[in-house]
């Protein structure tokens, strides 16, 4: 049986697929730690962190160098279903999600792993069609990006590890709010609800001190409180599509209506 080899022309070139590796990687190191052990749901959460990071990267070096291909474009979408949509599944259901499918909720069927499949499923959808319509969402995402919603799930994660929230209402949200979450960050994922792009527009900007200066402030917080602050950005950014889309439809709903046509 032949095996045909992946031939890369320019080192450089092999640079984007490695940080896309990463990302692969990472995602199913987070996945082997919470399976491991309880005690490791804020290093899983570092990993996803991290695979983020690698995403971003590929992505950037590979406009930068001008290398983009097919092929980086497939994997990418499949390191970041591993990352973004499965990992965050596994962590939910084995820490919120399981005890839906146990004896006392045996009536509603397999709740947990329904709610998981949701989530992952509509991540696997939400790449595939960011796939197939890349064209269309060069200057804002249709669909809540997979990163995002997964930052949502993480950054629950490490709030609860910083110990900010109090014992009894951490406990309450992860077994009745989490699942309800997770649930809604699939939906969001294949909605028609529009999310600016932010490293795009940052490229194409010459704003270098106020970047520069912004990112030092976020690595300040996230220093300070990374949980707080991490939880803080990914929810508003969830949040900040859904507002927009009622102030669209709010305004375009006190417009004037057209004029009726002229009779001939």
Not at 82 to 110: K, N, T
Not at 218 to 247: C, E, K, P, Q
Request: aromatic share 10%.
């Amino acid at each position: 049986m032949m095996f045909r080899r992946l031939h890369f022309e320019d080192p450089i070139l092999l640079l984007p697929n490695l940080f896309t590796a990463a990302n692969f990687a990472l995602g199913i190191r987070a996945i082997t730690l919470v399976l491991r052990s309880d005690q490791m749901y804020d290093q899983a959460a570092l990993c996803i962190m991290l695979a983020m990071l690698c995403d971003v990267m590929d992505g950037m070096i590979a406009r930068l160098t001008k290398s983009t291909s097919a092929f980086g474009k497939e994997f990418d979408s499949l390191a970041d279903l591993v990352s973004f949509g499965v990992a965050p599944a596994v962590m939910v259901y084995r820490q919120s999600l399981a005890a839906y499918d146990g004896v006392e909720w045996q009536g509603f069927g397999h709740l947990g792993f329904l709610i998981c499949v949701v989530y992952a499923g509509c991540a696997a959808l939400r790449l595939a069609r960011f796939n197939a319509h890349s064209d269309a969402e060069q200057r804002s995402f249709v669909g809540l990006p997979s990163p995002a919603a997964a930052g949502v799930i993480i950054s629950y994660f490490m709030l609860v590890e910083t110990a900010l929230l109090p014992v009894s209402v951490s406990l309450a949200a992860t077994r009745w709010v989490l699942p309800v979450v997770t649930a809604l960050m699939g939906i969001m994922m294949v909605s028609t609800i529009r999310y600016p792009a932010p490293a795009k527009t940052l490229l194409k900007r010459a704003h270098g001190f106020y970047i520069f200066a912004a990112a030092a402030c976020l690595i300040a917080l996230m220093i300070a409180s990374r949980g707080a602050t991490l939880f803080v950005l990914f929810n508003g950014y969830a949040l900040l599509g859904v507002v927009r889309l009622f102030r669209t439809r709010r305004a375009s709903a006190h417009l004037p209506a057209p004029p009726p046509p002229p009779h001939g």
